[in-house]
């Protein structure tokens, strides 16, 4: 490869950098630029200046910590008790026809429903209460993780299962070991779904009526006409789970140790 | 061609490749191995496929026994009924006295491919069985150790399987299988995937190995070469439904090197051998091709 060629190779490259770098800032100053021509009505399409004001004054009342660890709550205790069952019973149904026979149809039935449409029957059950909440992102999450661990675990080499064998391998360690290693690659991808899935039910937990959280502070903004509010809260939402699917993304590139 | 079979024997050489005298099935309780009119059926969708047929023999102690035949007649499934990987349809496998119904850790097994835990180094890949059988971490390294140092990879104890070489990995897989001691050790064409070169060194390697274990060795191969260089007896078997066709001893003094391979005298019988095996080879295709 010639050397004008390499040059023109990083001049590009450096160019989609700069642009990339300036994208975000841009469209905020095209947005701020917008919102404060009038040709948009201001009262609902607030320019960022008033969405970062907003978002200052919910910082200083105190409230976004409380909303924020309501949210952190449930998404991160729903995930660990979700995907915890998931991993389990996918190594159970994955290696035990009976297990499956018992369990996979069951599971297949209800796995396509969308988690969202169970917020009537949980508000029935669980009322407002926080189990409730915790029950829609375990929901969500459980079937996921359940279909990955299961493919996965039936995907596991059959030789090194045989190797296993010969040597000796106890019962035990077959399945805590050589099938939940074997299928842990798959498992991380189910997991990382799980990751925003875990985000997605947590809206519908929080809309169908709480007492703190982001998404529920989002709807009294709404209500109270709070446009500034309702968008920072949408900011604050998609910054978090956009920090926990990258830092699951690099979690899960170590999970897997030995590639 | 068959006829020339008959009588194998040279006797103008030292090399010798004679029919071994038949065993005597009522005086057999000291065979490390003792395998009794072995069948073994598998049910397909199409119906049922019998892999192997009426099989006898017989592996005494220490005996490094070949079972070379064409691919599909059986050798595997053969090899897995003495591991206990696959049960008897009908008559019975008995490994040191006892009938074979799972796998024992007194049997080790190499396959065609290593199947090491890609999750562990190399030490801890050889220190796994060890483990199982429930020795202390401690005593399972260092077991792992001295088998490392035994196939020369003390450099690579802690690299992990997959930044090795096929020849290597096969290698940690045998001293995987020999970290448990094994009474009996069954190999499925251990050196099968790998390249010429690679497999000649693996060979000598072997041998080498074989006089410092005392296991009693069965080796699946279809290369002819190998199984005369390495065996004491090798058997022919038939097309499937897999049988054994000849039950041959390897007279040649050991230890051995591969230039037995090129003396005038056994390259005649391996012929021998190879249009016995070729003759088979035409029945099974010709079997399959009446069954598309
Ligand atoms: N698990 C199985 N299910 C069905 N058929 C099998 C199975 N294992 C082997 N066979 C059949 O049994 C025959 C012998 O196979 P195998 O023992 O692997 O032969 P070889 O090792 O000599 O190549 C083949 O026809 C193969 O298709
Ligand atoms: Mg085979």
Redesign the interface.
């Known amino acids: 490869m010639s050397t004008g060629g390499h040059n023109r190779a990083t001049t590009a490259g450096r160019l989609s950098v700069l642009v990339g770098a300036l994208s975000v800032p841009a469209f905020v100053g095209v947005w701020e630029l917008i919102a404060r021509s009038r040709i948009v009505n201001a009262v609902l399409f607030p320019p960022p200046s008033t969405v970062a004001v907003a978002v200052l004054d919910w910082i200083h009342s105190g409230q976004f910590f409380g909303d924020l660890s309501a949210s952190l709550f449930r998404v991160t205790v729903g995930f660990l008790i979700g995907t915890t069952g998931g991993i389990m019973l996918g190594v159970l149904t994955g290696r035990f026809r009976l297990v499956s026979s018992l369990l996979s149809p069951l599971f297949h039935i209800l796995r396509p429903i969308p988690p969202i449409a169970f917020v009537p029957i949980v508000i029935l059950w669980f009322g407002l209460s926080e189990a409730g909440k915790l029950f829609l992102v375990v929901w969500g999450v459980f079937f996921t993780v359940w279909l990955a661990t299961h493919i996965g675990v039936q995907k596991v080499d059959r030789g090194l299962i045989r190797a296993a064998l010969m040597l000796g391998t106890p019962r035990r360690q077959m399945l805590s070991e050589i099938i939940l290693l074997g299928a842990l690659p798959y498992i991380v991808v189910g997991l990382r779904t799980a990751v925003s899935i875990s985000f997605y039910t947590l809206v519908a937990a929080e809309l169908a009526g709480a007492f703190a959280g982001i998404v529920y502070r989002i709807e009294i903004a709404q209500q109270n006409m709070q446009t500034g509010q309702v968008m920072g809260g949408l900011a604050a939402l998609g910054l978090l789970s956009f920090v926990a699917d990258r830092s699951f993304a690099a979690i899960a590139e170590r999970a897997v140790w030995w590639r | 061609m068959v006829a020339m079979m008959q009588n194998p024997l040279r006797p103008t050489s030292p090399l010798r490749l004679v029919d071994a005298p038949p065993e005597p099935s009522s005086t057999a309780p000291e065979a490390t191995i003792r395998v009794e009119n072995l069948s073994i059926v598998f049910d397909v969708p199409r119906g049922e496929v019998i892999a192997v047929d009426r099989v006898s023999l017989a592996v005494m102690p220490g005996e490094f026994v070949s079972l070379v035949g064409p691919s599909g007649c059986g050798k595997s499934t053969l090899l897995n009924a003495m591991?206990g990987?696959e049960r008897p349809f009908e008559g019975e496998v008995m490994v040191a006295g006892k009938p074979m119904l799972a796998?024992?850790?007194d049997?080790?097994?190499v396959?065609q491919?290593p199947?090491?835990?890609?999750?562990?180094s190399v030490r801890r890949n050889i220190a796994?069985?060890p483990r199982?059988?429930g020795k202390s971490k401690t005593e399972a390294l260092r077991i792992a150790d001295d088998l490392i140092e035994m196939i020369g990879l003390t450099k690579f104890a802690s690299s992990?399987p997959?930044t090795l070489s096929g020849g290597m990995q096969q290698r940690v897989?045998i001293a995987?299988?020999l970290?448990?001691q094994p009474r009996v050790l069954l190999m499925d064409e251990p050196f099968g995937a790998l390249d010429a070169q690679t497999r000649a060194v693996m060979q000598d390697n072997l041998l080498e190995l074989r006089d410092r274990i005392n296991a009693t060795i069965v080796f699946v191969t279809h290369d002819i070469d190998e199984a005369i260089l390495l065996s004491d007896r090798v058997l022919i078997m038939s097309a499937g439904p897999g049988r054994i066709l000849r039950d041959l001893s390897v007279g040649l003094p050991r230890p051995r090197s591969s230039a037995i391979l090129t003396d005038p005298a056994y390259l005649a019988l391996k012929r021998d051998c190879l249009d016995l095996i070729r003759t088979e080879g035409r029945k099974a295709f010709e079997q399959m091709e009446a069954v598309t």
């Open positions: 591991a990987l796998p024992r850790p049997i080790g097994m396959f491919q199947h090491l835990f890609p999750w562990k796994h069985g199982a059988l992990y997959h897989a995987r299988a970290a448990n």
